[in-house]
């Protein structure tokens, strides 16, 4: 099993307001997706990224692989109400044919 | 809507029973994966189908089996289900093999009494 630790755990935070969240792992990882969930509902596929050193950016959200492909970060500027969720990342494991989970990070967003 | 339907969406049963989940895939998807949500453990992957054949298995216990038919729906089966069993089980489908996206259904909350 490579395991995927993410942090923070929960995060509250005001409208506005920058934050990141990092995806930590001890595997190396051929590629490497983020997911938000919402209550009630399946994760949502939001990126993947595959290549060390990968900057991915989507609107206020900007993805990082890092050069080891060993970990990620995922950084919301100005966050909004919207973006209210859980965060998952999963790492590609490296016999490629399942993808690993990380904790998830519950963001709330606070008007 | 991701075009992936799972049933039933809430599932209360006894210890000792068995479940049936069922999950139609997105339309042109051979993939369809199973997963476990638990508060304690996260997100789980249990097992793939691709195309009716079992190709990759995750943390599934024996108590728990599943199969994808000719039409490319899938069930996922609990037997003998203990209150541990309790969670969110997911069905996710792809176009193609790992390393597609996957698209997940609004998943079956199981609780186990």
């Known amino acids: 099993t490579q395991l995927l630790e993410q942090s923070p755990q929960f995060l509250s935070i005001q409208e506005g307001e920058n934050l990141t969240v990092y995806c930590n792992s001890s595997?190396?990882?051929?590629?490497l997706q983020w997911y938000r969930q919402e209550p009630g509902e399946g994760p949502v596929l939001l990126v993947t990224?595959?290549?060390?050193?990968e900057v991915k950016k989507l609107k206020r959200l900007t993805f990082q692989f890092g050069d080891a492909r060993k970990d990620s970060s995922l950084h919301i500027t100005a966050a909004q109400p919207g973006d209210t969720g859980l965060y998952l990342c999963?790492?590609?494991?490296?016999?490629?044919?399942?993808?690993?989970f990380g904790t998830g990070t519950s963001l709330t967003v606070i008007p | 809507d991701s075009g992936v339907t799972q049933t039933p969406k809430h599932l209360i049963t006894a210890t000792g029973q068995r479940v049936t989940l069922r999950c139609s895939p997105r339309?042109?998807?051979?993939?369809v994966y199973w997963y476990q949500q638990s508060l304690d453990q996260g997100l789980q992957f249990l097992i793939q189908y691709y195309n009716g054949e079992e190709r990759a298995k995750g943390n599934i216990l024996e108590r728990f089996s599943a199969q994808q038919f000719p039409d490319l729906h899938s069930e996922l089966n609990l037997s003998s289900l203990e209150l541990g069993d309790s969670a969110l089980y997911f069905c996710?489908?792809?176009?193609?093999?790992?390393?597609?996206?996957?698209?997940f259904g609004q998943g079956t909350r199981l609780t186990v009494v």
């Open positions: 996710a489908s792809s176009e193609g093999n790992w390393d597609t996206e996957a698209f």
């Open positions: 339309s042109g998807d051979l993939s």
């Open positions: 595997s190396v990882f051929s590629s």
């Open positions: 999963a790492g590609a494991g490296n016999t490629g044919n399942q993808f690993y």
């Open positions: 990224v595959v290549t060390g050193g």
